[in-house]
């Protein structure tokens, strides 16, 4: 029943992922990834305010995978990174949650540039 919910929440994250992009993007020139950008920090915002809202009510675990690990999951998993620095930095964890951040971007773009180089590779090859 989890894995369910959960391909449930993604397909609907994942389609609001494109629509809220698409919309972004109409707005704007496409010089910056303000698609990308808008639903990042919605996401983060959706987030926070869900998981705050979710402390302070009983919410069962389906319903939890559905929102966090489906929708927002498909919709953006740069929420779950804001979430665990955030969570670092509360901890007083301030060297971890740099780490974290400097890391996670860092090689982020590392692997996008691997996998760029990777399939250069393939197709060349």
Not at 27 to 51: I, K, Q, R
Request: proline share 2%; aromatic share 18%; charged share 15%.
């Amino acid at each position: 029943m989890k894995y369910l919910v959960i391909f449930i929440g993604g397909g609907f994250g994942a389609m609001m992922r494109d629509i809220v992009s698409r919309f972004v993007y109409s707005l704007f020139f496409p010089t910056f990834p303000y698609g990308t950008m808008a639903v990042n920090l919605l996401g983060s915002l959706l987030f926070g305010f869900l998981w705050q809202l979710t402390e302070r009510m009983i919410v069962s675990r389906e319903i939890k995978a559905l929102v966090f690990t489906g929708f927002l999951g498909a919709f953006t998993t740069f929420s779950t990174f804001s979430f665990e620095t955030v969570n670092l930095i509360r901890e007083g964890e301030i060297k971890f949650a740099v780490l974290n951040i400097v890391a996670s971007v860092f090689l982020g773009l590392v692997c996008i540039f691997l996998g760029i180089f990777l399939a250069k590779q393939i197709v060349r090859g």
